[in-house]
Structures are given as structure tokens and as C-alpha cells.
């Protein structure tokens, strides 16, 4: 099971079109859940996902070797998320792949349970599953620098839910690049850095009704080749 994470220090970067467009790919030759445990939602509603979890009703659709499962809404009262670990268990269970779309705070109440739920499965079963990561930015020079002290602070809320736990940023992703440039990124991701340029049809026809980005093909086959 490869676990997939994206974060980003801002909105509107594109986090969950690159998580719902990775997961296109990747659900073709293999069983695949997408975790939308962002409070925008996004992923959840393009795919008529009213409830949540959380919620106990209308979290999951699936299409064809995608799942697609809703943790949480905005707003919603907290619960104890571990009373959903034998649900949560057996929508994962048999993915060879977990894609994660988060907020922009990595320290919201949904990010916490999601990541609880997951260790508390894999540690059962498997043992402890690296998390592994892409920061997503805009080719804005605070928005970049904002991304990459997000990056360390996510490795720190891994290790501090357990110090087993290992997070691994596999992609920089800097999207929507209008014009050549020479954007400095200090950090040295296991695949590189990947500049996206500005693709009209993305926004103005929505990512899902869109071929996927060729710069998005390489990614999902960068994560496809860490299977063991």
C-alpha cells in the first residue's frame, strides 16, 4: 500500500486537482481511494458527496477502481472519530494506493483523525506505512517559501502522532507558471521539483471534465514505480 499526502500552504493551488488527477491515472490499472479530508470539499462535491463520515451517511462513491471517501464536513460537531475505524478499515483495506487531499491548515481537527485512522489500521496490519507527500505552491516567491516551512511542519506533526511514523516529500509542485522562470526552491524532493504551467481549460472547464495534464501523467508514474 503506497499512502500519498498533498499539502500546500495556500488555497486555490491546485491540491485537489492534483490528488483527483493522480488518482485518474492511477485507478486505471489499480484499486484506489481518494481521503477528501479538506473543509473545502472539493472532491467531494464535483462527485455528489452531500455527507460525511463523520456524518454516518452519503461519505463514499466509487467509480469503477476509485473510492472516493468524505471524512468530515465544515462545521460539524466533533465526534470520536475511532468509532468509524472498522468502516474506515474496510474502505482501505484493499487499495494499493491512498491518496490524501488536505486543507490548507495542517493542524484542523480532520487532518489529526484521518492520519489516526490510517496508523491505527497499517501499524495492525502492515506495520508502519511511510507517509509520503507533495507541497503544492504557486510560482509566488512567499507563496514558495510559506510551502516549504509547511513541509517541515508536517513532518513534525507525523512524528509527533508517533516517532515510527516517516513522511517523505516525493514532488514540489509549483502550478499555474504563466511565464519561463527561475524559481529557487530549497528542498530536494525524492522526484524533483515540477513546474505546471497555467492551463486555461483546468479553470475554466474544471479539472474533472479535463485530460489530465501530461506534467500529472509523470507524477502518478513517479508514485506508480514506488511499488514494491
Not at 482501505?92 to 485512522?117: N, P, Q, W
Not at 491505527?120 to 509520503?132: A, M, R
Amino acid at each position: 500500500m503506497i499512502r500519498l499526502a498533498v499539502i500546500g500552504a495556500k488555497g486555490g493551488v491546485g491540491k485537489s486537482t492534483l490528488v483527483y488527477d493522480i488518482a485518474r491515472v492511477l485507478s486505471k490499472n489499480y484499486p484506489v481511494t481518494i481521503v477528501d479530508a479538506s473543509t473545502s470539499r472539493t472532491i467531494s462535491n464535483i462527485n455528489e458527496i452531500r455527507g460525511s463520515l463523520q456524518l454516518e451517511h452519503d461519505y463514499l462513491v466509487e467509480r469503477g477502481n476509485l473510492k472516493i471517501l468524505s471524512l468530515n464536513q465544515y462545521l460539524t460537531p466533533y465526534v470520536n472519530i475511532g468509532k468509524f475505524q472498522d468502516i474506515y478499515n474496510d474502505i482501505i483495506s484493499d487499495e494499493e494506493f491512498i491518496l490524501v487531499d488536505y486543507g490548507v491548515h495542517i493542524y484542523e481537527r480532520a487532518i489529526s483523525d484521518e492520519l489516526f485512522l490510517f496508523y491505527t489500521f497499517t501499524k495492525k496490519i502492515n506495520g508502519v506505512v511511510p507517509t509520503n507527500f507533495i507541497a503544492v505552491s504557486n510560482s509566488q516567491n512567499f507563496v514558495i517559501n510559506s510551502t516549504r516551512k509547511l513541509i517541515e511542519a508536517y513532518i513534525s506533526l507525523l512524528m509527533d502522532l508517533d516517532e515510527s511514523c516517516v513522511g517523505k516529500l516525493t514532488h514540489f509542485v509549483i502550478n499555474m507558471v504563466r511565464d519561463e522562470s527561475n524559481l529557487k526552491v530549497d528542498v530536494k524532493p525524492l522526484f524533483g521539483i515540477v513546474e505546471i504551467p497555467f492551463y486555461r481549460e483546468l479553470s475554466f472547464n474544471g479539472f474533472w471534465n479535463t485530460e489530465v495534464p501530461k506534467e500529472i501523467e509523470n507524477i502518478a508514474k513517479d508514485i506508480e514505480s514506488m511499488r514494491r
